[in-house]
C-alpha cells in the first residue's frame, strides 16, 4: 500500500494547531457537507494537543 503525498500534507495540516492559551489550542478541519466533524479528527487534534503540552519523554500508550 502506497500513501500520497497529498495524503501526508492533508494530515500534517489537519494537526496543525495554533496555541491561544497555555493549555488550550485551536484546530479547523475540512468542510464535508454533514454539518458535523468527523469523531476520529476530534481525537487526532486532542492528542496533538496533549502531545504539545507535555516533555518528549512522555508517549501516548493504551
Known amino acids: 500500500m502506497s500513501v500520497s503525498i497529498h495524503s501526508v500534507d492533508s494530515l500534517r495540516t489537519l494537526l496543525?494547531?495554533?496555541?491561544?492559551?497555555?493549555d488550550a489550542f485551536l484546530g479547523a478541519g475540512p468542510?464535508?457537507?454533514?454539518?458535523?466533524?468527523?469523531?476520529?479528527?476530534?481525537v487526532s487534534q486532542a492528542l496533538r494537543a496533549a502531545g504539545l503540552t507535555v516533555?518528549?519523554?512522555?508517549?501516548?500508550?493504551?
Not at 37 to 42: A, K, S, T
Not at 55 to 62: E, G, L, N, Q, T
Open 55 to 62: 516533555s518528549a519523554s512522555h508517549r501516548v500508550h493504551s
Open 31 to 42: 468542510n464535508l457537507g454533514w454539518g458535523r466533524i468527523y469523531g476520529g479528527q476530534v
Open 16 to 22: 496543525e494547531l495554533e496555541q491561544v492559551k497555555p
